[in-house]
T-cell receptor
Framework: AQSVTQPDIHITVSEGASLELRCNYS??????LFWYVQSPGQGLQLLLK??????LVQGIKGFEAEFKRSQSSFNLRKPSVHWSDAAEYFC??????????FGAGTILRVKS | DTGVSQDPRHKITKRGQNVTFRCDPI?????LYWYRQTLGQGPEFLTY????????KSRLLSDRFSAERPKGSFSTLEIQRTEQGDSAMYLC????????????FGQGTRLTVV
């Protein structure tokens, strides 16, 4: 079965600093990968997705992610973090039937 | 379309009671998914429908759980004889049919069993 690992439970960055959230997946074939963001008490919003092609994908809110097959990684990045980016971030891989397998999430705190 | 909506947003119930949640997907989406999210964890798949057919149920879905999507539109998730371990956020998502199409999530129903 597919699995997703997000090694960092919490990350704190200063406003304006760069951000990288790590995601590693376990999947035999070419994976379909997503990053979602969740604000407290809310549902999940899609930030970006990778299906195929260019390994650097751009998303909403200035986020990007890079697919690296050799490292089984799909790390999320943002060059300059805003206070409004504070939330929980989930990496996910698609299974058969379009079901999503999520990582445990990384909580991002932004300090001013 | 206002997106995926779930009702209620919050539910507090006593152990042993039955509860039912409703999900209204995006109207043209024929796939509907239920996930459960406990504190500190990512969402976990429970079950999904394609139109009115329930195509898969996770082993997490015990016999006390039942989901329906009678006309291929809205869906209900019922939990019978609730237990404290059922306390979680229940998330509904919908998507178009197809490989790796984007799933849109509702805001969830927060269940607290006391």
């Amino acid at each position: 079965a597919q699995s997703v690992t997000q090694p960092d439970i919490h990350i704190t960055v200063s406003e304006g600093a760069s951000l990288e959230l790590r995601c590693n997946y376990s999947y035999g074939a070419t994976p379909y990968l997503f990053w979602y963001v969740q604000s407290p008490g809310q549902g999940l919003q899609l930030l970006l997705k990778y299906f195929s092609g260019d390994t650097l994908v751009q998303g909403i809110k200035g986020f990007e992610a890079e697919f690296k097959r050799s490292q089984s990684s799909f790390n999320l990045r943002k060059p300059s973090v805003h206070w409004s980016d504070a939330a929980e971030y989930f990496c996910a891989v698609v299974e058969y039937g379009n079901k999503l397998v999520f990582g445990a999430g990384t909580i991002l705190r932004v300090k001013s | 379309d206002t997106g995926v909506s779930q009702d209620p947003r919050h539910k507090i119930t006593k152990r042993g009671q039955n509860v039912t949640f409703r999900c209204d997907p995006i109207s043209e989406h024929n796939r509907l998914y239920w996930y459960r999210q406990t504190l500190g964890q990512g969402p976990e798949f429970l079950t999904y429908f394609q139109n009115e057919a329930q195509l898969e149920k996770s082993r997490l879905l015990s016999d006390r759980f039942s989901a329906e999507r009678p006309k291929g539109s809205f869906s209900t998730l019922e939990i019978q004889r609730t237990e404290q371990g059922d306390s979680a956020m229940y998330l509904c998502a919908s998507s178009l049919q197809g490989e790796a199409t984007e799933a849109f999530f509702g805001q969830g129903t927060r269940l607290t069993v006391v």
